[in-house]
């Protein structure tokens, strides 16, 4: 009976990929990148950020599966770390499905450094959601103390590599400022 109750997390799981992967390919995300590689650049700015199943963007997403792990923890304590990541999981597909609507990725191009953003390709959607997956995982097994300094850590080395980081990215969707954009592009 306890291995039958222990399948519904992975199986809640599958469902929600399975319906964001068929949502964000009526929203018409194409499958995967035209071009010759498929899992990873380290090109922040170039044209298969977005498309590869990885890029540097990639470790912001790791950071939402830190912090989905300390806010569920806090807030839904009495449910398993299982259930929680399910929901961690769910939260993430529901940004990707958003994150790639018309209306954010023209947000996206207007108020961030990121002017060419065409949205995801479904394989990077699914490489953004793993990150997430990956960042829940360890911040359950670090601890928050831990956590705290990992995603500091992450959020420094993306500002001094890429000139952005999940911090940022939120700060100028919410409120674009021209100098942090000047900066963002090297100016």
Partial sequence: MQRRKNIWPGLTIGIILIATVIELHLQGRLWRCACPKYFWTSDAWGSQ????????????????????????????????AGWRFVLAIAIESTWEVIENTNT???????ATASLGYQGDTVLNSLGDIFC?????????KLGWRWSIILFLAVETILLFWIRDSLLLEILMLVHPMNSIKTWQLGH
């Avoid at 954010?104 to 207007?110: A, T």
Wanted: hydrophobic share 50%; glycine share 8%; charged share 10%.
């Fill in 49 to 80: 950020t977005s498309q590869l199943f990885l890029d540097p963007y990639s470790f912001t997403h790791l950071l939402h599966g830190i912090v989905f792990a300390g806010l569920l923890t806090l807030l839904i304590r009495r449910m398993t």
């Fill in 104 to 110: 954010v990725i023209e947000r996206y191009r207007q």
């Fill in 132 to 140: 997430c997956g990956i960042g829940f995982a360890l911040a359950v």
